[in-house]
């Protein structure tokens, strides 16, 4: 079984912070994935990495960068976190980035910006 | 650019009855559908996805989807809805784009559909 895990369920940071959300997967997958999830939004896509050290922006990444140093690590940092920033974070991460291949997802970060 | 669109907020249905989930899409080109499912504090889980083929899918839990190109539909189904199937559902679409001569692909997800499902 494919497992995706986040460093928190739940945090609670200031405006200004600096915050890092962690996602760790285990099955030696190429592609890692952040979203952030609203209500009535559904998912967006923040940034991807295809590899080590590769990055590719999604449709929202203004405010965000990431960090893949590791294979199976994949990091999303906001730099100064701010209260629009407030959202739930969903990692994910899939083999291959053919339609074939399915995303498998982490149990998500809920991140509250006060 | 690709969409998907699930024009229901929320579905009810009683236990024992069929269920739809509904979601319609808009591509260029031949389209690779999927549906989500995400159960309460946990993560989207992968359902089904169409990629060619048949126009019925079948899934995980019992769900299958339909596939119909003429209404550019991919509504899903199940035959006799369980109360342990409340949740929210999400339907994607492939979407391609280039950077620099290099082919990506991307899901992009509708807005999201709950079910509640009554004893």
């Known amino acids: 079984d494919v497992k995706v895990t986040q460093s928190s369920r739940y945090l609670v940071k200031r405006t200004g912070e600096k915050v890092f959300l962690e996602c760790v997967q285990d099955?030696?997958?190429?592609?890692m994935f952040w979203y952030r999830q609203d209500p009535g939004l559904g998912l967006r896509l923040i940034y991807f990495?295809?590899?080590?050290?590769?990055?590719e922006k999604g449709d929202i990444p203004e405010g965000y960068s990431v960090s893949r140093e590791k294979k199976e690590r994949f990091s999303l940092i906001l730099e100064s976190a701010s209260t629009n920033q407030t959202s739930m974070y969903l990692c994910?991460?899939?083999?291959?980035?053919?339609?074939?291949?399915?995303?498998?997802f982490g149990p998500g970060t809920r991140l509250t910006v006060t | 650019a690709q969409s998907v669109a699930q024009p229901e907020d929320q579905v009810n249905v009683a236990e024992g009855n069929p269920l739809t989930v509904k979601c319609t899409y808009s591509?260029?080109?031949?389209?690779?559908l999927f549906w989500y499912v995400q159960y309460p504090n946990r993560g989207l889980q992968f359902l089904l996805k169409?990629?060619?083929?048949?126009?019925l899918v079948k899934g995980s839990y019992g769900f299958e989807a339909e596939f119909n190109k003429s209404q550019t539909s991919f509504h899903l189904k199940k035959p006799s809805a369980l109360v342990s199937d409340s949740a929210l559902y999400f339907c994607?679409?492939?979407?391609?784009?280039?950077?620099?001569?290099?082919?990506?692909?991307?899901?992009?997800f509708g807005t999201g559909t709950r079910l509640l499902v009554s004893p």
């Open positions: 994607a679409v492939r979407d391609m784009f280039w950077e620099e001569n290099t082919g990506f692909q991307k899901l992009v």
């Open positions: 591509v260029s080109g031949n389209p690779y």
């Open positions: 099955m030696d997958h190429e592609n």
């Open positions: 990495s295809y590899d080590v050290k590769m990055k």
């Open positions: 994910a991460s899939s083999l291959g980035l053919a339609a074939s291949y399915e995303q498998y």
């Open positions: 169409y990629i060619t083929g048949d126009n």
